[in-house]
Nanobody, 115 residues
Framework: QVQLVESGGGLAQPGGSLRLSCTVS????????IKWYRQVPGKERELVAR???????YYANSVKGRFTISKDTSKNTAYLRMNLLKPEDTAVYYC?????????WGQGTQVTVSS
């Protein structure tokens, strides 16, 4: 069984910063590749960033230059540092891990950017 737990969401002002965390637990699981998605009501879940042990990091055009994905394998935790936040970044953010062809998701963390 694999579990992902996100944290770090909240309210931020435009131009502000937040750091999301995704802690992974379970037997025989490592954070070789982690993805961060976000979703707003009525829209499809959007891939925001991906980190992989071999491939270059991926960022959606809408967050490139503002968001940074990283991971600490010793803590089995991935992070999404979000700078220069915009109101359009408001969404529920989810981390995702694929193991053996099966997708695992966290419960999501709400990020609201508003003055």
């Amino acid at each position: 069984q694999v579990q992902l737990v996100e944290s770090g969401g909240g309210l931020a002002q435009p131009g502000g910063s937040l750091r999301l965390s995704c802690t992974v637990s379970g037997s025989n699981v490592s954070i070789t590749a982690i993805k961060w998605y976000r979703q707003v009501p009525g829209k499809e879940r959007e891939l925001v960033a991906r980190i992989h042990s071999v491939l270059p990091n991926y960022y959606a055009n809408s967050v490139k230059g503002r968001f940074t994905i990283s991971k600490d394998t010793s803590k089995n935790t991935a992070y999404l540092r979000m700078n220069l936040l915009k109101p359009e970044d408001t969404a529920v953010y989810y981390c995702n891990l694929n193991k053996g062809g099966q997708n695992f998701w966290g419960q999501g963390t709400q990020v609201t950017v508003s003055s």
